[in-house]
């Protein structure tokens, strides 16, 4: 059974940290990237980072670069997204999700719909 356990969000000040963690089962970990998307109240969900687990190779969108790393540790199938400086509009719910990567060539920015797994959201608030 495939599971992606999408961990630790909660409330933070605006210019806190946050560490989320999304921890992976039920298929080849290393053939895959991971990915997290965020989806504010009334705003279409939005891919803010992804991993390809094999090479290490990471996207993160333009909205957090800088601020957002993503990290995997590959002996625990977990994949971190360490979170800094963060601001009111990084308020959303935030999902893990899974894609598996085929061939030499591919693009770590990828929509949604392309993902094949899906793990529960994890709620952030970030205060003023």
């Known amino acids: 059974e495939v599971q992606l356990q999408a961990s630790g969000g909660g409330l933070v000040q605006a210019g806190g940290s946050l560490r989320l963690s999304c921890a992976a089962s039920?298929?080849?970990?290393?053939?895959?990237?991971i990915g997290w998307f965020r989806q504010a109240p009334g705003k279409e969900r939005e891919g803010v980072s992804c991993?390809?687990?094999?090479?290490?190779?990471?996207y993160n969108a333009d909205s957090v670069k800088g601020r957002f790393t993503i990290s995997s540790d590959n002996a625990k199938n977990t994949v971190y997204l360490q979170m800094n400086s963060l601001k009111p509009e990084d308020t959303a719910v935030y999902y893990c999700?899974?894609?598996?990567?085929?061939?030499?060539?591919?693009?770590?920015?990828?929509?949604?719909?392309?993902?094949?797994?899906w793990g529960q959201g994890t709620l952030v608030t970030v205060s003023s």
């Open positions: 999700a899974a894609v598996e990567i085929g061939g030499s060539y591919y693009s770590l920015n990828l929509p949604d719909y392309e993902y094949d797994y």
């Open positions: 039920g298929f080849p970990f290393d053939d895959y990237a």
């Open positions: 991993i390809y687990i094999r090479d290490g190779n990471t």
